[in-house]
């Protein structure tokens, strides 16, 4: 019996080191073609792998695998998704055993990852319409309790580049470093280009082991620029697998909030520079940027938006609000330069030729509430501002679109439709009770004048840009000014009577005189207005005038005479011309004597033109 012990323990001791032997000296290349196959099986992608080896240890074992490549979608950019000159992994054997992955260390040296979206919207990390790589996919880590514990994450000289062909995002980088030990922090660092802006992010997580602990929300920073723009933000998320359960700070700041639409799709007019800050979350398919306040060029700003990007295309709502709205800021929603500064006259027009971009108008429809509770135009009396935009598959309505305007509004809608090759405008504002004196503070002339001002403006054309659709409009443009006063200097002078305004300067003073009409109506043909009514009523005159506006040309033409209601030996009746540019239009005195093209008839004529005006407006 002892002789059988004694043979038994040395053939187990002879088995052992047989083992030991085979385990030290196994060439584990053996393993490489099947995992190969394996791998290429499950993720219906071919997986090489160059060589295997194993630094054995009983307890913890470190695996090496040389030149492994991950294959790319057959439609992708890069013929490979995935290639690292070496992983390197250990892991705990008898935890494995117990179901339990634990990875002491993962070091991943020269990793290459080649992200991409086709226009369709595929991605080339889905690997569906393959069972086993559906069931490779369900693998991944739903939660974080199901995440592998990794000790220390080592990446060296690693790259990443991104591209979305449907959103025109071709972006690449360098991962510097990115190291954690238990307890410690996880720190990336990219840098590439966007679209051929300069790209650099730096980010900074919790430990590798924190991505497991359910309990503890898990802290990240990231701080990154793209150009000019440059986004931060800090804080902790639930479910970093899923990107859910935030209570992250957002900043994003930049010269030109158009500049974002590259990065996230929401097209937004040009700005001076802005910088915004709220607290970011996300749920399912919907982000939303609350409680965000801040300013851009010299208004501030504040509300919430949300954008719902499961939808085709992705819809987003705001409520927005500015307590003091510099004018000058809503030029980009024109096209025209916000800020002004004379860029935008430079050319000596006033209209944007800007053309629209119909890409951005149709990128996402949108439902955005804004309100300014003032603003700031200086030497013009603008107060409020209250608009609502609705923007569905490329057609633009803002309506209502109201400004408090000198006691008064300006009020109505304005579509702008890019469904079609050739964008159309259509603008139907009504003007009411705006007092001219307050609009015009700053004007000695309209302090004189005074009077209430009512109208309407109807106007509607198609072309690239804002003064292509003005250039090209049709429409009609009616002013109606009563209870007003103006000086009977200037009234004397537009006549030129020589006697009555020596009269005026010799009695030492100048008096005003009511106004009984003041009205304006153009007809406006293929972006040419033609004068239907051009009249001044007082109790000294009458003022008429006749002509045209060219808003292609930008240029007006007009002639004015006055025809006034006493006589005087040295009333010359001559014309005041008024041609040239909106920007600077010259006024000259004619030579010739001329009587108004107008039959004014009886001194109640002008009230009569303004009543019938006021019933058309009305």
Known sequence: MKRLLYALAALAALLVGAVIVVVLIWDWNWFRDRLQDEASERSGRETTIGSIDVDWDWSVPRILLDDVAFANADWARDSVMFRADRLEVSIRIWDALGGDVILPDLVLRRPQVALEIAEDGTANWELGGNLAADAAADALPEDRTEMPAIGRLVIEDGNLSYR??????????RVATATGDAGEEIHLEGEGSFEGRAFSVAFTGGSVLDLRDADKPYPVSLDARIGATTGELGGTLTNPFELAGMNITFAIAGDDMAEVFPIFGIPLPHTRPYRLEGALDHAD?????????????????RGDLEIDAGQEPPFMTAELRSERLTFADLAGFVGATPGGEGDDLADGKLFPETPVDLERLRAMNMDVHFVAGEIDTPGFAFETMDATLDLQDGLAVVEPLRFGIAEGEVAGSLTLDGRSQVPAATLDMTIDHIAI????????????????LRGRIGLEGSGPSLAAMLGRGDGRLALVMTQGTISAVMVELSGLDIAEYLALELSGGDVTLPIECLAVDFDIVDGVGSSRTLL???SDSFIAGEGSIDLDRE???LVIVSDPKDFSLLSLNAPIYVEGSFIDPAVSVGAEVVVPNIDFGDAGAGDGLCESLKENLD
């Open 536 to 538: 001044l009523d007082t």
């Open 285 to 301: 398919d919907i982000w939303s940027f609350t409680d965000f306040a801040g300013v851009v060029g010299d208004s501030d700003l």
């Open 555 to 557: 240029t007006v033409d």
């Open 437 to 452: 004196a307050e609009f015009f503070a700053s004007s000695a002339f309209a302090q004189e004048m005074g009077g209430l």
């Open 164 to 173: 979305d062909a449907g959103q025109g995002i071709d972006l690449s980088g």
